[in-house]
């Protein structure tokens, strides 16, 4: 239930983004503290603790904590909403937005389900697009072919603001941990730290045009800033799921418009927490009066048109000879409409060449160990088509449910349960699953096979995906069984999941859909260093279209439903029963430590250290 405490908190007319925007020189902090420092902290509250579903006035007054706008929430929403917000009886900070911003609508009118370099190849786009400002945080850094695109990108922007006679604010923040953290969680980085090797962003002489300002975040020693969106012009935010490096995870993101921009704004001045140098243009220009001023002429928000189906998009791209948007050769579209026909142009047969070959061409893009197709071909209208669009009518409603993460109670919903994380092995979550099968709940979720076996086999951190599926399968009768529908990731061009320490199809999308309609997307894993030590921007709406088109892109885009299928144990396995190449096995406590910390060093080794 929603306390008296929450609903005034809810109800409250001030916010952070809103005192800044009469004093622009304050820094985040110092208002969060104003605002919300003399509320008492509880480090041991436990969200998990069961709850009955809302009464009918229950819902009401979680209705009115929240700024819908034309859209109406479902109850099942509410009760979600409701659930998110009992998390602020602990500390109002702890959703990583103000209070008051938390509920609010907007719409969908791009999602990316695709390689991680698509997904920046249209965060380039959003920049070099930008009029006035740019917001980006992410979380691991390195250099790659995603860097190199949004170096390129800023360098772009620079131009195009030189040729305006304007300037154009930067604020960049990612997720690095120093003996400096330990005194500032929140590091400046000067211009040689953030142009060096490691970093590789641009030089001050190559962006004169632009107000670049650089932080590195880390709270020593777990406290990981692991959340990654960015905000243009106060008009369009991206919530990704990818950080920027080369791998070969195939990664989700939702771009949003609307009032919803204004609580992720809010959420970017809160986690930077510094004072912000200069002060940012759209300070006193919210989202929900048009954000900054500019002379684009693309259509935003209301004025998009009308989503379009996938299989348009793939004869559209397949119609045209489009050059890739790549790093030194860049391609820019002025509009989101170019931007998906160029990409679905290289997604599609090249002369000689089959739909099969064409998906496996570009999942190998950046692959460090790129491999031949295995899987079967592809036919016409099942084309791999990575941008979706999924603007819907209306508006509809939306709440960042960030770190602490929601933690689905799972009994409010009363038909399915869908997931797909890279791990699912959090302590809370486990159980509530197991709950929802035993009230004969349809529970389906796909995983990554492999994926950071080393650290999660270390004993307190969950266990790997195998030993969590074997774990949930044995509390499950053989009736609840049924319900239970355990996949492991299988690329697109794939017939079968691929060990991620091989590092040729890995997945890292983080989804959840209840009953088809409510559906929560973002940075947040299903593992215990999400759930208890990150810091995660999750989005989470209310939309049966928009849950309909995600679903229909994680299953065109992937062979996971067709081929990695798990046994009744819960492991995947070959035709011959053997589980796939790579398996750890469910070793004792000494030796999953033994390999975890064997696991690690080497993964720090590859990674250039020691």
Known sequence: MVSEHLFKLCQATETVSSVLAKNPTDSPGDVVKRLYGHHKRDFHYTP??????????????????????????????????????????????????????????????????????????????????????????????????????????????????????????????????????????????????????????????????????????????????HAKFCVVDRKVAAVMSNNMED???????????????????????ITWNNRLNPPLPSHDAPATEGGLPTSSQEPLYMDRGPAREQHEIAADGQAVRLPEHMPDDPHYDSNLEGEITRMQSCYSMKPHESRLQAANRQLNLVCKNPIPPSGPDIPEGQEMTPYITSMTPAP???????????????????????????????????????????????????VCFGYNDAGEIIPGQGGTNDQAAQGLVKDLSPTECQLLHIYYYVGKDQDHPIHQS???????????????????????????QSWYHSQELNIMLDSEEVCRKWREGIEGNQNTRRFGGAAEDGIWRDKNGNPGEGYMGDPGKVEGLLKGISGMMKKVKDKGGF
Request: proline letters at 8%.
């Open 396 to 446: 509809v409603p939306m709440a960042l449910v960030s770190r602490p993460p929601y933690r689905p109670r799972q009994h409010a919903q009363r038909r399915s349960v869908f997931i797909q994380t890279p791990d699912l092995n959090a302590a809370p979550l486990i159980p509530a699953l197991t709950a929802a099968l035993k009230r004969g709940i349809d529970v389906t979720y796909y």
């Open 247 to 269: 791998n070969d995870n195939m990664e989700m993101m939702t771009h949003v418009e609307g009032p919803i921009v204004d609580s992720i704004y809010d959420t970017a001045l």
């Open 48 to 225: 998990e603790k069961d709850r009955p579903a809302l009464s009918a006035l229950e819902l009401e007054k979680a209705f009115r904590c929240g700024r819908w706008g034309p859209s109406q929430p479902s109850p099942l929403f509410l009760q979600a909403f409701a659930d998110s917000l009992n998390c602020l009886d602990a500390d109002p900070m702890s959703g990583v937005v103000s209070p008051p911003l938390m509920g609010s609508h907007g719409t969908v009118p791009l999602t990316v389900i695709a390689p991680l370099a698509d997904i920046i190849r249209h965060c380039s786009n959003l920049i070099v697009r930008a009029e006035r400002e740019v917001f980006f945080i992410t979380c691991s850094w390195s250099p790659s072919v995603a860097q190199r695109l949004i170096k390129d990108a800023l360098i772009e922007l620079s131009r195009r603001a030189g040729e305006r006679g304007q300037r154009v604010v930067v604020k960049m923040m990612y997720d690095k941990a120093s003996a400096a953290n330990a005194i500032d969680a929140h590091q400046v980085e000067k211009p040689a730290t953030y142009t060096g090797k490691t970093i590789q962003l641009p030089k001050p002489e190559e962006i004169p045009n632009l107000d670049l300002e650089v932080i590195s975040f880390h709270k020593l020693v777990l406290g990981t800033l």
């Open 502 to 528: 091989f590092k040729q199809r890995s997945c890292h999308i983080k989804l959840l859909i209840v009953d088809d309609h409510v559906g929560i997307q973002g940075s947040g894993n299903q593992d215990t």
